[in-house]
Each structure stands twice: as C-alpha cells, then as structure tokens.
C-alpha cells in the first residue's frame, strides 16, 4: 500500500500574486511615500565590498586560506570614512522622524531597521513590499530609546552574513542635569543619557526616566564562514517562474547556506589573532581585545570600543547585540567580582517605566562571572558601575545553534570559537 | 482582482490531500463542569512534500477517525481539570512511547512507557494549570521527535470553559461565553495562575491608553476562544463557506477554529532527509536500527524548516496557512504559542510589533519584557524547574535570556508605532499613498494594502531550503487587515487591480 502523501499545500494555491511576490519580490524606487516633515536625514548606500586584512594567525585557520576576508557593507556616501565594516552607527533622538536615503551600487537590496516598526514600505523586506532598484528614501520614526540596529533584508542568510549591517541607536533627549554631556544624539562612546528605571541609580532623573553614563561599549559578536564569503550576490536564490509561482523548479537551488562552519571570530570589527585552534582542534580561541589593539584604520572601528577603560565611579554602559549565526554565552568579569551587570533594556525596550507599554518587566542583575546567553538580533543593555580598580575578562563563547560536539560525547554543545575582551577599571 | 476575492480564483487541484493544517482538536467540553475527554491517536507513516517538492518520510501522529496523519499532530485541547484519556496505538514497526513534558503533579513528565509494535498504551490524568505543553515520543531523542512524533497539547484555564460557537451544519446550539472579564474584575489570560504582571498585562489591553487604536478608540481584550457573536474570521471564513477544501480538512477547520481565534499555535521543526531515508529503508534509532541519537544530534543538518509543518510561501499566505499566519486588525491583541520540536534552536523576530514574553516551558514570568526577537530553545536544552529556583538569575530572567522549548508570545497588534504622523488620525488616512500603491510582478500587479509584515527567525540560516531559496524555511507572516473604528472591523482600502 502506497504510504499516504501529505502536501506542502494547497495546489495551486489561490492568491497566485501573492504568491508569487513572494517568490519574486516586485521593485521599486522614489519615496518617500506619504512624507511627513523629517528631523533628520541620513544616507547610506549599499553595497560597497571591502577587502578586511586579517591577522596571518586567523588567515591561517580559515577554510578559504585568504589573507584578508572580502565583505559587504553599507557605507555613509556623505562621509570619508563611511566605510567601515560594522557600517557606521546611526543614533537619532527619540521622537525623530528620519529620511534615510538609501542608494545602491548595484543589483538590488533592501535595509531592515530592526525594532524600528513602520509601514510595510518603509520596513525594508523585499517580499512583503519590495526590493529597491534606485534611491529609495525610507521613513520612519524613532520613537523609543534603545538598542537598534539595520541590516540588509534580501538574501539575507548570505547578506547579513557578509556584513550589510551596522548599529542604530535611539538616544533619549538630554534632560539637562550633566553639563558634560552634549546635546543629544550623543557621541559614540559616551557620555551621554539612556532610558532606565533604576530611581536609586546615581544620577536618575526622575520623570525623563533615564541616568546619565560615562562611557559606551559596543559588543557585536559576530563570525564568518569564510567559505561563504566567496559567494557571489544572488548565490543559491530562489528562482522566479511567473508561469507558475510554485512550481518545485522555483525552489531547487541546492546550496550551501545551511551548512554553517565559522572560522573567522570577532566583535564590532575588531578581528583579534588567534591563540589556539585549528581545524581539526575546535574552538577556535582568539586574543583578548585591549584598549590598544591594532584594528585596521581604514575599514574598523577602534579597539576602544570594544574593550572600554572607566575609571572608579564612573558608569559605563555595555550594548549587546548578537550578530552572529551562533548562540552566544557570555561571561563578565569572575564570579565574585565588583563588576555587576545591571540590565535595563532588550531590544530597544527599557525595562519598567511606570506608565508606559514597559511597565510589566524590572531592570534586573547578572552577578559578575555568571553565564548567560543570546540568541541572533537579540539585544540587551547593561549598566556598570565599579567600584575597584582591575581588569576584568569578558569570555564569549560562539556555539553551534544544532550540532553537538561529536558523537562520543553528544550532549557537549559544539563551540565554534571563543573570543574575548576586558573591561579596564582604573583609579 | 480584488484580494479579497482571491479564493473565488483557481478551484482544480483540491483532491483529496491533507494540507498540513492543524487538525481536529478532539472535544469539547460542553458543559460549565469538567468534562471527560478521550482521544485516540495511533502512530503512522506517511511522506511529507517539503518547499521544493521533496517527499521526505516521516512518522506522525494521526487522529482516529482522520483520513490523514497530521504533521505536526493534532492539537489537543482541554480545560484545566478536565479528565483526559488518550490511546495512543503504535502502528509503526519498531517500539515508540508517547509524553507529555510537565504536564503531571510537580511538573513531572507523563509517560506511557514503552508501546509495542501494535499495541495501544493509555495515559490518562487531570488536565494541569492553563498553558502550553508538548506532546512527543522522547524515545532516543531527538530522533523519533524530530522525525515527526510531536503535538501541541494546550490547556486552557477553567475560567475559559465554554461551549463552542456553531459548528459547520449545526445551526442552532447556544454558545456560552463568559467573556473577556471574569466576574472577579480581571482579565482572562492563558493561565491558571498569572503573575501579578501578566495578569496586570491582560487586564490593561483593552483599558489603557497605550493600547489604544488611537485616541478614545480602546484596544480589545484578549479572548482565548471565539465569542458567539463575533463573526468567523477571513480566511477561515471563506475555506468554510466556498467549501475550498477537503471536506475532513474543513471539518477540522472548523471544529479548531474557535480556539484559534486571537490565538495562533507554532510548530517549529527541522528536517535533515539523510535520516528520514534511513527510517524509509526500514532503519530507526533503536541499537543496530541503523540511526544512533548520537551520530544525530552531532551530524544535524537542517534542510527544511518547518512552521506547522510548511516551509516559506507555503506558512505565510492566508490561503495555504491560514492558522498559521496572523491576519487581524488593529487593537485585536493575539496570543501566540510556540513549541520547538527540532534540534536548533531558533530565535524568532517580529516585525511591526514588539511582543511580550508571557511564559516560557509554562513558568509564567515575573518580569515581562517587550522584545522583537525571543529564543525558542530545544527540549534537550530546557532547564529542570527545581535547577531554575537555585539559579542566581532567578527563573524570570534565565528564561528570557535562555528561552525554553515552548514560548508564549502576547502581540498587542497596536499601530506599528514608528509610523511618522498625528496618532488621532485614522492609518488609512495618513498613509493612502501606500495603501493605493500597486506593484507589478512579473506582469502580474500586487497591492500594497493590507500592511503585511513577517515573523521569521533570525538565525537566517533557518530561512533556507535545500541550502538556499531565501526566504523559503521558518518563516509567517503578520497581516494588519485594518483598524477598528468605534468598535467595528474597517479593512484599509484597496486599490482596484484591472
Ligand atoms: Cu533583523
Ligand atoms: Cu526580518
């Protein structure tokens, strides 16, 4: 008896456009659709390739054996060092709204402003809208402080993956209770004002609901497979037959993409040397980032920003953003260490504020030296305040998201590679 | 065109399949008392068509009574004390087991224990507190998971009970609601015992300003079940009515939709075919079956991702997964409930709508965040209650930083707040130029009204099939239909499409 065939649905299915925008996201440029008065304006164009150098020891692990790692980013036209990869940071001011002119070298793309929510044109996902040909000026407010970032949405396995993506952050406006600290947006790497529901923080302002912080941090784990990085634009995507949107021929581009092997390990765009590991000897273990680790100058940003220097009762706040394939664990400081995390937000949604749609949650502390994790576009932001001078590790660990190491010890996760950077308290 | 008529269009092709739908959920309880429920369920074979037309063999679950087996299986719902009884007949050729994770005293584990080639073993308990709960063979996990043997198991709190809405071709028997508010001022929420935030959380959805449509128009409660004079919802409405699909699949339909309403259940699961085949070839992961759990859970490679059983296109359309995608108006706040099954873990990201993290592995959280993306864990990984008490982190917020295997999602459905423009205004009138904008595709034209946005997870790697075709794996979609103007469903307008 045959056995019984469950379809993959219904065939053909009813809402043949549909469907087939779907498959084959329609194009589109001008904008913006219904304008409204910006505040502020920025452009970006996508997407400019760069070749990274990379340190012999990490060229040296990586499967594709190259020297340096040719990445995609989204650059900033308007700036002469607009191109870095991560791209460079956006920080706009809470109830901005914002023009962000977007234009493209070639082929199409789209950017997603992750956690920024606005209508479907302005989301920036090619097959619930569409993908941009020419100039397209998107718009949308930014109407709560936090931890954003935006990114390419088209092919996006392989274009995020390849580096289309920088930071956003959403400043509160400056409540005026810290004459050091300018007017908002904020420069990067502090000081500045960030949302925070902690009433007995040092300098809490009350009503604005936010404290006040010295220095910023950045952490963007994230990982190449350097394998992929030599695939081309359009590499293993779907196919478009208009005759029939769901012909099994629209979907038979047998790739790779599934099969993810990092070999490249980094944070923010700071691509550290390897100490350890190899092929055949994982995880893959690179050097601590410091203060004073070389980055290249013409596509990263300073190391500083990655392994921050505060001095005794000074805060610093840390963003977290996992950008990697990987689940991410993460380890601050040493169990036992003056280096508690006080965590205030995810995803650009503080924690607690009376009165508001983020009233259900409390800020919350991650005692120092305790594990914990992140899953991919997940973010959180903590605040530090320490109280003693010291050098304090940061450890992440970049783990399979299925696989366990092998097979004679199966419930060991499978850590791709290890990368670490220290926070630097001084007197 | 116009969209909505779309389902008038192309009626060949409807033989008698089973669409992947979520099927049957077994009973009712019709009474205002706790109920007796049964229900038979054997173990079956069957090929399963993947995104890319791929028959891949899988063992599932199948409802007695049903034409087909169901991947992922049947819901089974019930109301917290309800006395359920469910056979599980094993008609495979190897031995199987059938649980249910926590859903005994204590949080323990209910287990049939090992079932024979032919035979039928019984579980049979009280319905736990309100949530969600997953079904499953953990024998040699994850290999008999994985390979189909999964279901969703939610228990709906007993302040819920009702009697349903009319069924199809039952015209006439009068539906009991108590409605959103319980006698006691609050809010009906997922669960028997909500904390103090997530009940304080329900009871401001249709209360509070910043849930509101727009100035002065309230957003509506949550409803777990569909009130008796609430119309059915598109696109259930027109599969029921045009009789669009096989008449089993619309029984199904029909008899689960009172409980998807403001409700949406999401099955995620991967499939490496390597191993399925060797289950075809009559292989199984018992010793010398041929698939060691070991060699499994090391060698994984997902090549189809699965929500409910679809991939892609085939999960995110209102016509091929309409219980699947979530399609519903401004101010019609949904829950949705999510159990991973596979061996990755995923981390799901909503676009338009920050959500609320309600429950994870049925711990109701203290602290509920508001994220746009959550980690949805696998059960190997799911840490032991007791072990969460100890934790330095506290429950609350291990689990929103860890996820679990099975997370509860509220999503306000509020105006997508970073569209720039006076909130008092209506949407469609502050956006008309999108809502009238039309694109062509490949000569045909598609409207950009309504607003449609998706729900994917991020890994991105899981948006493949085949190890590539983006975006055609772990992905829906999430439909703002219109807005409610003085209380009433107003679809944003529609461009004429020639
Ligand atoms: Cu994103
Ligand atoms: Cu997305």
Known sequence: MPLPLIRRGIEPPQDIPMFLKFVCPPTFGGGPLDPQPPTREVSRKLDTMIDIPLPPSVAAVTRAGRDDIRAWIIEDPDD?????????????VEGDIVWGDVGFAFNTHTIHWHGIEPTPMNDGVGHTSFE???NFIYQFATNTAGTYFYHCHKNTVLHFEMGLYGMLVVDPPNPGTRPDIPAAPFPTGGPGFVSAFLPNFPGFVPGANVVPYDVEAIWVPDEFDSICHELGHDAFMQKCDNNNPNDPNNFTQDGILNDFIPDIFFITGVFPRVVQGNLNNLPIIT???????????????PATLVAPTVRVGQTLLVRLLNAGYTIQEYRIGRPGDALDATV??????PFGIPGTENQYSSPFV??????FRLTTARRIDMLFRPTVPGIFPVVIKHIDWTKTQNAVVPIRELVWGITRTIITVVP | MKRREFIKYGMCGLTAVALGTIPLPPFFSRKAEAANLTVNLSMEEALVEMIDGTRVFFWLFQLQGSAFPSIPGPVIFAFTGDRVTINVTNNLDEVHEFQIIAAGRNRRNLNT????????????????????Y?????RNAPVNRVLGLHGAFVVLPAAARVVPPPLLGNPNPQPVFPGPILPNGNAITPYTRPTAQVQQLFNDLGAQPFFEVRPGEPGQFWVPVRPANQPIPDPLRHALEDRLLPANELARLAAIEPFLFRTRIWVFNAVDPFFNAIAQAGGNAEPGGGIDPAVFRANFLGRYFLTNGKSGAFSSLEDTAPDTVLAAFIGEPHVVRILNAGPPTFSPHLHANHFYVLAVNNVVLESVTHPDTMTV????????????????????????LNGGSRVDWLVPYIRPPDIPGNRNILLQDLIPEELATVLQVKGLEVAQSPLEYPMHSHVEIDQTAAGGNYPQGLITHFIFLGELINGVEVPFPEPVIM
């Open chain 1, 80 to 92: 002469p060092n607009g191109r870095t990869f991560p791209s460079p940071i956006i920080r706009t």
């Open chain 2, 134 to 138: 997953m079904y499953l063979d953990p």
């Open chain 1, 287 to 301: 050097a601590v980032i410091r203060p004073n680790t070389r980055t290249d100058p013409d596509t990263g940003p």
């Open chain 1, 132 to 134: 941009a040909t020419a």
């Open chain 2, 377 to 400: 864990g696998t059960v190997e990984k799911d840490i032991p209650f007791r072990r969460l008490q100890a934790d330095p982190l506290g429950p609350t917020n291990r689990l929103f």
């Open chain 2, 113 to 132: 224990g090992p079932i024979q080639p032919g035979q039928t073993a019984t579980l049979s308990f009280i319905a736990p507190d309100g949530g969600t």
């Open chain 1, 366 to 371: 991650i005692p120092a030296g305790t594990r």
């Open chain 1, 344 to 349: 205030i937000a995810t995803d650009g949604r």
